[in-house]
Structures are given as structure tokens and as C-alpha cells.
């Protein structure tokens, strides 16, 4: 009998000797080899393993049949037709590497698309030589360089998609050749230099996004020639110049994207004729004068922003027309005056920026409709400078007072108790500060402040709108130095009179109105018994005390803990120091130049003196004064003089 042993050992050699035969062979299977292939040109199967191996296609998310068979048509990505690759779609793919520029000889390509992937590298000369090329998408990689100026040569493309690589350079004016080009963008690169001229020729042109770059000029008028424009995104540039006229004539425009640039001028209104318009974004620009009214006729416009120039001027009432609008944004500009209550018909609105600006409002409605979308606006509103100083300079009518050498001193104030009891007092510094009220309590009057007319020493008051008083609201009194009876002068209109003070050496009284700014009035003019008061700027926050210094340079003001200053000449408003004490209502210029205040319903009964320039509380020997009133809202000085 046979070794059976030995027999079981000679077949296990056969066995694997027939294993080591067939291995090479099925190796070979598993590898493509052009050459035998057929279904496309050899060159093109060659081009596709190039890119397969150049950019590590075996880590690829999907590389189904590359390089395992020999039926490239087959391939993931890969379409032919009439024996030809003519798409290759692999967006989106792990493709590591840079793009080979045998890519160059798939002369039949109309379709490429290697974008979101992590390609590095120049953009390869030799994509220009793709004539039949109709779309190119390199999007999303990391590609840097130039842009070639051969993809001008690409006659046939409608798309060209470079955007959010690092290329740099500039924009190449080949790039005008393409004719049938229906989209450009180049947006998220380092593009520099200006826009060619050369762009204006591509009269196919629906899309183009030149944002997120470093590009330069002003926009160019050949651009004028893009009848077919759909969007037109130039955002975060360098921009400058003037928004041009002939925007108008982009008459199929939907987005036009200007924000974050340096552009200046004014907002051009032939911009209202864009009757498509869906986006328009002007922000964060240098832009001035006001918001065309014409602006209210682009009735599909869905987002307008505005915010962050220098737009002055009032909100126009034609914006409540935008009846699609979801998106308005007019923050951090000059605008001014009350703000339209037309905006109410905007009942798509989902967000209204209007912060930081010199708005008011005269409707309570209106008030409440705004909160709902952007409850912090009105904090940060600032006066509005509508009448220059020149106009106000006021005339000086009386002789300069006495100075505080040869002349003697007397505080006079007011105490508002119970918000309509009013008991008028004087403070004599000569007499070791004594107090002393000036008649009875004078019930249900609701004086708000106080001021003295230097040269006649004649004493004149303010009241309030509060509903409990029973006497006239929003009036200018004079007080009778002797016993505090009041006199009805004149009625402001304004409502609540909240403080008053007369500029140096005239009959000029500025009052601040609570809720609508400041006002001056010129007490010669008074007729039947009405102030006729002149607006100087409209602002809706409620100010308690006001005071001018001596010379009439600086209009002091408290609002809150955060006392201003006016400058008169140049009629500009700044911000003093943020830590003004909580609750002042009387403010008034001491003889040293500091400014005296006292608090509302202060537990310490006492008039304080404050230092401007350290903003700090001063004490010193004559301050605080003592007295026995807690809720001190106006006071004033007045002086004689002591010569002979």
C-alpha cells in the first residue's frame, strides 16, 4: 500500500505551487492596464490613474472600480460618451494632492468638478486646453498662485467656480473671453488689484462674486454692459469711490452686495428702480447724506442693511411700503428725528437694528412695536444736532455779572415733595449756609426746576406733566423771590419740562423737554403767552438737570449716572464720566466752577459738590450743605456785587 503520509504531502506541494501560479495572474487582474483598454483612448485611461495616484486616490471615500479594473467608464465619478471621458465628478472625495497636468489632454471634458476636497498647489496651465469644457468647479481646496490666464481660452465654459482656495494675484482680464460664461466666482481668496474692465464683456453673466478679497478701485463702468446680472457680490474688499449711478441699468439685479468696503458718497436714487431686488447690503462703509425715499419702491426687496455709515437724515416713511421686507438694519449711523410709524405696516419683519443713532419716537404704539423686535434700541440713542450753533448764538442783552471777588451770593432751590407739594428755599453762604423757606408749600403745581436770570435776579421755574397736579403743564413761572408765588409766563407745548437754564448774559432759557430733547427759548419773543421754544437736537431720554458754565462754552446734563456735556460752539454732545451719582435731579454751576447737585429723595437731606475734571465728589468745608429737604429738584445761584 502506499505511503499515505508521503501522498498527502506531494498533493499539499502541488497544491501550493498551483497557488503561487495563479497569484501573479490574479494580481494582475486587479490592476488596470491601459493598454488593453478599449472603451477610451489609452492617453485618457493613463490621465485618470495620474490623478488616482497623485492624489492618494486609495483614500478616497468612494473609488469604486479605479484601478481594479479596466472598464474606466465604469469608474466612480467617471462619464463617457462616444468614447470619450466627458465628466468627472469627484467633489467632495479626500482627494489629497495636487491636480496633474495631464488633466489637460480629456479633450472631450465638458464637466470637472474636484471641489470640497484637499487639494494643493497651482491651478495646472493646462485646463485651458480643455476647449469643450463647459464647467469648472476647484472650489473649497487649498490651492494658491495665480489664476491662469489660459482658462480665458475656455470659449465654451458657463460656470467657473475657484472660490474659497488661497489664490492671490490679480483677476486675469483673459477671464472677458468667455463669452457664454454665466457665473464667475472667485470669492474667499486673496485676489488683489483691481476688476478688469474685460469683465463688463461677458454678456452671459448672471452670477459674479468677487467677495472676501483684497481688491482694490472703485466698481467699473464696463460693468454697466451686464444686462443679464442676477447677483452681484463685491462684499469685504477694499472698494472705494462713489456707488455709481448706472447700477440702475443692472435692471435683472436681485442681490447687490457692497458691504465692507471703503465706498463714500451718497446712496444713489435711481437704486429704487431695481424692481427685482431682493438683498441689498451697504454696510460698513463710509457712505453719507440720507436714505433715498425711492428706496420704498423696490417691493420685493426682503433685506435692506444699512448700519454702520454715516447716514444722516430721517428714516424715510416709504419703507413701510416694503411689504416682503424680513431684515431691516439702520444701526450705528446720524439719522434723526422721530422714527416713521409707516415701519408698523412691515408685518414680515423678523429683526430691526436701529441702535445707536439720534431717533425718537412720537407714538407709544410705535414705541412698544419696536421693543418687540429690539428691546435695547432706545438706550442708545444720542441727541440730534439739527440746528448749528451759528443759528443759536444768542445775543447778549445784559451786563456782565459781578465777579465772585467783590460780590455776595445767594442759593436759592426748590423741594418737590410728594411730587406736587413745591416749597422754594434759600441757602446763604454768608450766614453760615442757613436755610430759609420762601413762603408756604405750594400744593399740586409739580415744579421740575429752576434758574435765575443774573442781571434782574428775577427767578423763573418749570413744571412737569405729572396728572395729579391741577395746574398748567409744560410752563415756564416766575417766582416771587419773597414769598415763591408762582406766575404763569408761557406754555412750551412740549409737555414735561424737566430742567432748565439760562445761557450767560442773555434771555436765552434752554429747557429740556422729558422724552423729546432740548429747546431754547427766547424770553422777548414770548406772545399771548406762548414760549414758541426752538429745537436744538431730539432725543427721547428723560434728563432731570441741566446747567451751563459761566462763560457758556459747555451745557452740562444728567442722565442717569452718565453725565454729558454740550458744546456750544461746535454743537457736538460727549460723554464726561459714567459715575455721576444715581438720582441727581439739580444741577448748577458753583462759584469754584464745580457743579453742584442734589439727589432725589436722599436720605442725607444734602446738596453735594461735584469735581468735573477727576468726576469725583467733593468734600470740602463748605459742602456738603445740610439741609431739611430730601427731594431737592432745582436750584441757582445769584449774586450782587459789593462795589460802590
Known amino acids: 500500500m502506499p505511503n499515505t503520509a508521503c501522498l498527502n504531502n506531494q498533493l499539499l506541494l ?49 473609488n469604486t472600480g479605479w484601478n481594479e479594473n479596466n472598464t474606466p467608464c465604469q469608474w466612480w465619478g467617471v462619464t463617457c460618451d462616444n468614447g470619450y471621458v466627458t465628466k468627472l465628478y469627484l467633489e467632495n472625495n ?21 471641489s470640497k476636497n484637499q487639494l494643493s498647489g497651482s491651478i495646472p496651465d493646462s485646463l485651458g486646453q480643455l476647449k469643450r469644457l463647459k464647467i469648472l468647479y476647484l472650489s473649497g481646496n487649498h490651492l494658491e498662485g495665480f489664476i491662469p490666464n489660459s482658462l480665458g481660452d475656455l470659449m465654451n465654459l458657463q460656470g467657473l467656480y475657484l472660490n474659497s482656495n488661497q489664490l492671490n494675484g490679480s483677476i486675469p482680464e483673459s477671464l472677458g473671453n468667455l463669452d457664454l460664461l454665466q457665473t464667475l466666482s472667485l470669492n474667499n481668496n486673496q485676489l488683489n488689484a483691481v476688476i478688469p474692465d474685460s469683465l463688463g464683456n461677458l454678456s452671459h453673466l448672471q452670477g459674479l462674486d468677487l467677495s472676501h478679497n483684497q ?63 431682493q438683498v441689498l447690503y451697504l454696510d460698513n462703509n463710509q457712505l453719507t447724506g440720507s436714505i433715498p425715499e425711492s428706496l420704498g419702491n423696490l417691493a420685493n426687496l426682503q433685506q435692506l442693511v444699512l448700519e454702520n455709515n454715516q447716514l444722516s437724515g430721517t428714516v424715510p416713511e416709504t419703507l413701510g411700503n416694503l411689504n416682503n421686507l424680513q431684515d431691516l438694519y439702520l444701526s450705528n449711523n446720524e439719522l434723526c428725528g422721530d422714527i416713521p410709524p409707516t415701519l408698523m405696516n412691515l408685518t414680515g419683519l423678523s429683526y430691526l437694528s436701529l441702535d445707536d443713532n439720534h431717533l425718537t419716537y412720537a407714538d407709544s404704539n410705535l414705541f412698544n412695536w419696536i421693543n418687540n423686535l429690539n428691546s435695547d434700541w432706545a438706550s442708545t440713542q444720542t441727541p440730534c444736532l439739527k440746528n448749528s450753533p451759528a443759528k443759536l448764538n444768542p445775543q447778549v442783552t445784559e451786563p456782565n455779572p459781578p465777579t465772585k471777588e467783590n460780590s455776595t451770593c445767594l442759593l436759592y432751590a426748590l423741594q418737590d415733595e410728594g411730587l406736587n407739594n413745591t416749597q422754594f428755599f434759600t441757602v446763604d453762604p454768608q450766614k453760615n449756609f442757613a436755610v430759609t423757606p420762601l413762603g408756604n408749600v405750594h400744593p399740586e403745581y409739580d415744579i421740575e426746576d429752576m434758574d435765575i436770570l443774573s442781571a434782574t435776579t428775577e427767578i423763573y421755574a418749570s413744571s412737569g406733566d405729572d396728572a395729579q397736579a391741577n395746574h398748567e403743564k409744560g410752563y415756564i413761572y416766575q417766582v416771587n423771590p419773597a414769598n415763591g408765588e408762582l406766575t404763569p409766563v408761557c406754555s412750551t407745548g412740549l409737555g414735561k419740562v424737566s430742567a432748565i437754564s439760562f445761557y450767560p448774559n442773555s434771555q436765552d432759557l434752554w429747557i429740556w423737554a422729558g422724552g423729546k430733547g432740548l429747546f431754547v427759548i427766547d424770553l422777548k419773543q414770548i406772545n399771548n403767552g406762548v414760549c414758541h421754544p426752538q429745537e436744538i437736537f431730539r432725543y427721547s431720554a428723560q434728563v432731570e438737570g441741566i446747567t451751563w458754565d459761566p462763560e457758556g462754552k459747555i451745557l452740562y446734563g444728567a442722565k442717569g449716572t452718565t453725565l454729558y456735556k454740550y458744546f456750544h460752539d461746535t ?27 442734589a439727589v432725589h429723595q436722599a436720605k442725607d437731606t444734602s446738596i453735594h459738590s461735584f469735581d468735573i475734571n477727576s468726576c469725583s465728589i467733593v468734600d470740602k468745608a463748605d459742602f456738603p450743605i445740610k439741609t431739611p429737604y430730601n427731594d431737592i429738584e432745582g436750584m441757582a445761584w445769584t449774586c450782587h456785587s459789593n462795589s460802590k
Not at 452681484?232 to 442681490?255: I, M, T, Y
Not at 464726561?576 to 439739580?586: Q, S, W, Y
Open 571 to 597: 454743537g457736538t454732545v460727549a460723554k464726561v464720566c459714567d459715575n455721576f451719582p444715581k438720582g441727581a435731579e439739580a444741577l448748577e454751576m458753583s462759584t469754584d466752577d464745580s457743579l453742584l447737585f
Open 14 to 62: 502541488k497544491f501550493l505551487g498551483l497557488i503561487l501560479f495563479i497569484s501573479p495572474l490574479a494580481l494582475a487582474q486587479a490592476t488596470t492596464q491601459c493598454s488593453t483598454v478599449t472603451a477610451i483612448p489609452i492617453t485618457e485611461c493613463e490621465v485618470l490613474l495620474t490623478l488616482y495616484n497623485q492624489t492618494n486616490g486609495t483614500s478616497w471615500q468612494k
Open 94 to 114: 479626500n482627494l489629497n494632492g495636487s491636480i496633474p497636468d495631464s488633466l489637460g489632454y480629456l479633450n472631450q471634458l465638458q464637466e470637472l468638478s474636484l
Open 215 to 277: 481688491i482694490t478701485g472703485s466698481i467699473p463702468r464696463p460693468l454697466i454692459n451686464l444686462k443679464k446680472l442676477q447677483r452681484l457680490k463685491l462684499d469685504h474688499n477694499q472698494l472705494s469711490g462713489a456707488l455709481p449711478d448706472w447700477l440702475e441699468k443692472l435692471s435683472d439685479l436681485q442681490w447687490l452686495v457692497l458691504n465692507d468696503n471703503q465706498l463714500s458718497g451718497s446712496i444713489p436714487d435711481s437704486l429704487g428702480n431695481l424692481n427685482y431686488l
